[in-house]
């Protein structure tokens, strides 16, 4: 009898000890993104002028090493639909630890701020600095309310987020609505985009769209709403399928041709286009336009 008491206390204590071991080793399992070849495909636009076009852009990691005393790597982006070609720049260095992201606040302090918390459970608060393109000094309090799978990819996980001062204040239809205003696919960022971290769809004049995200060639997220492809014109062409540095037409049409923005050909054979940089095209068949993206 004494064994057996003894063999239970054993049990219990060694589940006590271990319960901060698994919550540790859950924070681990977030999926760390952040490596040379990560791609993230976003667009704005504005919701209070819905006539505007749309602005297309390309975020990516590279030169992963040593900065300011941690392993981190640049995040760089352009905008993909302007009529000069604009030219690539640093949005800053992240960092990658135990399930949360970092970036470099610019500066003589050069002081590492948290971006995102893809640990928080609902019911658990954080402060989060906020970053939309340049090292921002605001930062707020917000809870995570809600963890749920992604309904058109089980794998991820969303995380549905609000700014703690704002929760006294939610009126009736926001309450029975139960859309909160921050939304973070897990491991990848917000769902408006990776740079603009606290972007939420409550915002009135702005919208914001992450379309894809992918690492190297394997596509790991890509918007219901996205099929990379713009209409230019009303009429309805041959399906346009657009892939990683590939435009591929279907239907069998009679001529097809596909140009850059500044007007150069893209070579193509049997309506494959293929090893195309990112950047806005115009698709062209049997006289009909369309506008694509090519991540």
Do not use: H
């Not at 070849?37 to 297309?56: E, H, V």
């Not at 590492?112 to 928080?120: A, H």
């Not at 939309?132 to 309904?151: F, I, Q």
């Not at 609505?177 to 408006?192: D, L």
Request: charged content about 25%.
């Amino acid at each position: 009898m004494k064994r057996i008491t003894y063999n239970l206390t054993l049990l219990i204590l060694s589940a006590i000890i271990l319960m901060p071991w698994q919550r540790a080793s859950a924070a681990d399992e977030v999926a760390n993104y952040l490596v040379d070849g990560a791609t993230w495909l976003s667009q704005t636009t504005s919701t209070s002028s819905p006539d505007l076009p749309k602005t297309f852009y390309r975020e990516w990691t590279e030169d992963a090493g040593e900065i300011s005393g941690y392993e981190a790597i640049s995040i760089w982006r352009q905008k993909l639909n302007s009529d000069v070609a604009e030219q690539p720049y640093r949005v800053t260095y992240l960092r990658y630890d135990s399930g949360k992201v970092y970036f470099l606040r610019d500066g003589d302090d050069a002081e590492w701020k948290l971006m995102y918390d893809f640990t928080l459970q609902p019911g658990e608060e954080t402060e989060i600095c906020d970053f939309s393109g340049c090292a921002s000094t605001y930062s707020g309090k917000v809870r995570c309310m809600k963890v749920y799978p992604l309904e058109s990819n089980p794998e991820l996980q969303v995380m549905e987020l609000e700014f703690c001062e704002n929760l006294e204040t939610m009126d009736d239809v926001f309450t029975e609505t139960e859309e909160y205003g921050i939304r973070w696919i897990v491991g990848i960022g917000n769902i408006g985009g990776p740079v603009g971290n606290l972007y939420s769809t409550w915002i009135l004049g702005w919208g914001s769209l992450l379309d894809e995200f992918s690492v190297g060639d394997k596509l790991i997220y890509r918007s219901p709403y996205y099929t990379g492809v713009e209409e230019v014109s009303d009429a309805d062409v041959a399906e346009i399928k657009v892939l990683k540095g590939e435009i591929i037409v279907g239907g069998n049409p009679a001529s097809i041709s596909a140009y850059s923005v500044d007007g150069v050909r893209c070579y193509g054979r049997e309506g494959r286009f293929c090893d195309l940089t990112p950047g806005i095209y115009v698709v062209s068949i049997d006289g009909m336009s369309r506008k694509v993206v090519v991540p």
